[in-house]
């Protein structure tokens, strides 16, 4: 009975044996024949793979990442060819910025102008980056005159005829860029009037080094010559041994008005003369002379005209000017007016360089009354008749007067006499019919200098424009525009908010953003 249930139990075990050696055998041919169909078949299986959907998903978006940023760049790049104002500017200077004062002139002109630049644009672009600048400016002018402004190129050497219409300008030098003109009157602005260069570098190397660009504000005078019919005529009287008045004269021919020099040995104010001015003479005016500009202020009972009298810093003798300025309630003084008080100073190795205040007079149309004028060694203005004359501009009660005959013994503590000093000042006629003639005396020459009136920082220009202005019966204030420097390489922020703003995304959200995506993605990754 043992020996039987062991056999049945070999057989048995050996049925399994051979069971289990089928199945080894089974599964090693099932094992086999994937990886033979997997070898002719295995980048189809691999299409219909996970791994392979997701690849595909993600090289689509790329590619459709990649069309969206070009079609992206093509319709902004038409944009802007269309819109030049819709280009950001974040340069230090706003280099490729209009000026606000811009903007509001050329919305607002009436009449149709042309800007012909003597070149063709991609010439005029490749001169260099000013120049590139220069034609985005322009460009944002014609933008901004809603249709009044058309800007052309011409290349000068495949129309040399162009010479001809406009024989005004000297074509002798090759320095004529552009041409601004409305209807019959034209303007011609050459290298000079647009760009301030490095005159040593030219001299030397025969090239232009441009260090700044003023054709924003060449392009706007000239726009305002060309648009303005009648032009306020103003007679520079000469023959004195006067200061230089090219800056003032600038000035004036800048704002459209007519400046003439006028000998008064030889001849006479003009008639049609609004303006008369007597700029720095060193010698005093005889006797026939005083008696010709008295004449021509009165003009017969009429009035209507404006004398401006600027003296020279040195003390000289005038009695026949001093007799003149005496009929309109003025004296102007010897000696120079010094400020104590050090908020007043524009350098602290100066008491003679210094902001002075305004009046009630003139200051209503001045872009921003709260920038200062500022006078240097300037002349005290004493109202002799203040039933005739007023002050326009005064110093502090810190201010003193140094006296010429000073020794080494003066203190200036002895100068000061605690009231305001006038530093300018006016005298007015009037008749029954409300038209007057005005004197004007402003006591210090170095004010109106070029090396002054650039400075933004200071009113000086935008002051004497918007008196000239008034008196001519003008509504159009001087135009007074900074020239665009691209030498800084900064971002042109300065106010607190922007910078923290810009701070906070770039420095915090971004980086931030990018480290949380990454950690997703690696997490999402490795969890697969």
Known sequence: M??????????????VKTKTDDDKAAKTEKTEKPKKDKKKGGFKNFLKSRKARHGSIAAAIVAIVIALVIVLNIVVSLLVGRFPNMVLDFTKESSFAL???????????????????????????????????????????????????????IDLSSNPSISQKYAD?????????????????????????????DKDYYSQYGTYYVTSSLVEQAVVTAILNVTTEDKVVVDMITGNQEQDSTAIKTLLQNNAYQVNDVSLATGDLDEDAKFAILYAPSVDLDESTVEKISKWLDNDGKYGRNLIFIPTENNVDTPNIDSLLNEWGMQVNPGYVYETSTDRLVSNSSPYIFTVDYT???????KNPNIPVVTLFARSVTLSDSSVSHALLTTSTSAGIYPTDADDTWNYKNGITGENI?????????????????????????????DIMSY??????????????T??????????????????????????????????????????????????MWLRRRNK
């Open 99 to 153: 000026e606000n004062d811009t903007i509001d002139y050329v919305s607002h002109i009436d009449k149709d102008i042309t800007i012909t630049v003597l070149t063709t644009e991609e010439k005029f672009e490749g001169s260099g980056a000013y120049y590139i600048q220069a034609n985005k400016l322009l460009e944002k002018m014609e933008s901004a005159s809603n249709g009044k402004i058309k800007l052309n190129y």
């Open 456 to 469: 933004n920082s200071f009113n000086n220009s935008g002051y004497f424009m918007n008196m000239i202005n």
């Open 422 to 450: 006038n530093v300018a000042a006016e005298g007015v006629k009037s008749n029954t019919d409300n038209a007057s003639s005005k004197v004007v005396v402003f006591g210090s020459y170095s004010m109106f200098t070029s």
């Open 360 to 366: 009630d007079y003139y200051t209503t149309g001045l």
């Open 169 to 197: 300008a000297d074509w002798s030098k090759n320095s004529n860029m552009m041409i601004v003109e409305c209807g019959d009157q034209y303007r011609v602005l050459t290298i000079d009037d647009c760009f301030e260069y």
């Open 2 to 15: 043992s020996e039987l249930k062991k056999d049945t139990v070999a057989e048995n075990t050996a049925e």
């Open 471 to 520: 008196l001519a019966d003008k509504d159009d204030a001087g135009i007074t525009i900074e020239g665009k420097s691209m030498q800084n390489a900064e971002l042109g922020i300065t106010d607190a908010t922007t910078k923290n703003t810009l701070f906070v995304i770039f420095v915090i959200v971004v980086p931030v953003a990018v480290l949380v995506t990454g950690i997703v």
